[in-house]
């Protein structure tokens, strides 16, 4: 059985930084594509960033291109997003989902294995 959890949510001021860290259990980790999505108060979920398993590719929405970093810790089993510079339109609860199939992407259903959510949030 896998299991996502994600952690390191919290409430952080305009221009700070967070790091959210999501760990993978259950199977083999290496060959998962992951993703990271949010979903602010009131709108649809979102596609934030995600990394490929058989390429190795990453990939950034606009609103986060050049703030948020993907990483993956192999040693750890665990995927990291790190966000600098918050703002306070980052506010949401955001959530990470993995991809059995290694190959990742925008699309939600891509993912079959998915966090249960930690909250962030931005203040001005």
């Known amino acids: 059985q896998v299991q996502v959890v994600e952690s390191g949510g919290g409430l952080v001021q305009a221009g700070g930084a967070l790091r959210l860290s999501c760990v993978v259990s259950?199977?083999?980790?290496?060959?998962?594509?992951m993703g990271w999505f949010r979903q602010a108060p009131g709108k649809e979920r979102e596609f934030v960033s995600a990394?490929?398993?058989?390429?190795?590719?990453?990939d950034y929405a606009d609103s986060v291109k050049g703030r948020f970093t993907i990483s993956r810790d192999a040693a750890k089993n665990t995927f990291n997003l790190q966000m600098n510079n918050l703002k306070p339109e980052d506010t949401a609860v955001y959530y990470c989902?993995?991809?059995?199939?290694?190959?990742?992407?925008?699309?939600?259903?891509?993912?079959?294995?998915w966090g249960q959510g930690t909250q962030v949030t931005v203040s001005s």
């Open positions: 989902a993995a991809d059995p199939g290694g190959w990742g992407g925008r699309t939600e259903s891509t993912y079959g294995y």
């Open positions: 259950g199977r083999a980790f290496l060959g998962y594509a």
């Open positions: 990394f490929s398993r058989w390429t190795g590719n990453t």
